[in-house]
């Protein structure tokens, strides 16, 4: 069984920073993608960044030029750097590894609540 543990949610003001990570109990070349997602309040979970195995990133409009998506492989960990923060990126954020080698599974972890009080 794949697990994903996130951590580094928190309360910040506006134009604060956050680090999320997510560790792994399976290398993160394991998965074609890494990624972060997240769930506001009566919104859809959507996706945030996304990190290939071979290194390619994709963004959010919503969070470009403020979010950066990186992975520590020695670790098994993948992180989610996010600045400026504003209101609107208030939400619970997920990590997910996406079509695990092998089983060709997807894997979800609990979520960390981040919270951007104005």
């Given at each position: 069984?794949?697990?994903?543990?996130?951590?580094?949610?928190?309360?910040?003001?506006?134009?604060?920073?956050?680090?999320?990570?997510?560790?792994?109990?399976?290398?993160?070349?394991?998965?074609?993608?890494?990624?972060?997602?997240?769930?506001?309040?009566?919104?859809?979970?959507?996706?945030?960044?996304?990190?290939?195995?071979?290194?390619?990133?994709?963004?959010?409009?919503?969070?470009?030029?403020?979010?950066?998506?990186?992975?520590?492989?020695?670790?098994?960990?993948v992180?989610?750097?996010?600045?400026?923060?504003?209101?609107?990126?208030?939400?619970?954020?997920?990590?997910?590894?996406?079509?695990v080698?092998?089983?060709?599974?997807?894997?979800?972890?609990?979520?960390?609540?981040?919270?951007?009080?104005?």
């Amino acid at each position: 069984q794949v697990q994903l543990v996130e951590s580094g949610g928190g309360l910040v003001q506006a134009g604060g920073s956050l680090r999320l990570s997510c560790t792994a109990s399976i290398s993160v070349f394991s998965a074609d993608v890494m990624a972060w997602y997240r769930q506001a309040p009566g919104k859809q979970r959507e996706l945030v960044a996304g990190i290939t195995r071979g290194g390619s990133t994709n963004y959010a409009d919503a969070v470009k030029d403020r979010f950066t998506i990186s992975r520590d492989n020695a670790k098994n960990t993948v992180y989610l750097q996010m600045n400026s923060l504003k209101p609107e990126d208030t939400a619970v954020y997920y990590c997910k590894a996406d079509r695990v080698v092998i089983t060709r599974r997807s894997y979800w972890g609990q979520g960390t609540q981040v919270t951007v009080s104005s």
